[in-house]
């Protein structure tokens, strides 16, 4: 059950790279999570900038860099697109 009251929007750079990252082939969609302000994926990193963190069953556990911090993200895939989504997305933060 989602938490109540927690903000799960984004900027709309983040929506931009959501809809490239849901337009990827395998990629089921893209599921916003918590938001942690303050929070940067590094220096030369800009809003919409993807980060994966790892695989889960189902998809892969990412974060995203937004205008006032971190956006976690989780993105279902299809059985056997992980590694061509996870390189594509790479290649979108180059």
Do not use: N, W
């Amino acid at each position: 059950m989602p938490s109540r009251g927690r903000h799960q929007s984004t900027s709309k750079e983040c929506i931009k790279a959501l809809k490239k990252i849901e337009g990827l082939e395998g990629v089921v969609g893209a599921i916003i999570g918590r938001s942690y302000g303050g929070k940067s994926l590094g220096r030369m990193k800009r809003t919409g900038a993807v980060k994966i963190q790892r695989r889960q069953s189902g998809g892969l556990k990412a974060v995203m860099q937004s205008e006032k911090g971190l956006q976690e993200l989780f993105i279902r895939v299809d059985a056997g697109f992980e590694d061509t989504v996870e390189k594509a997305i790479e290649r979108m933060g180059e």
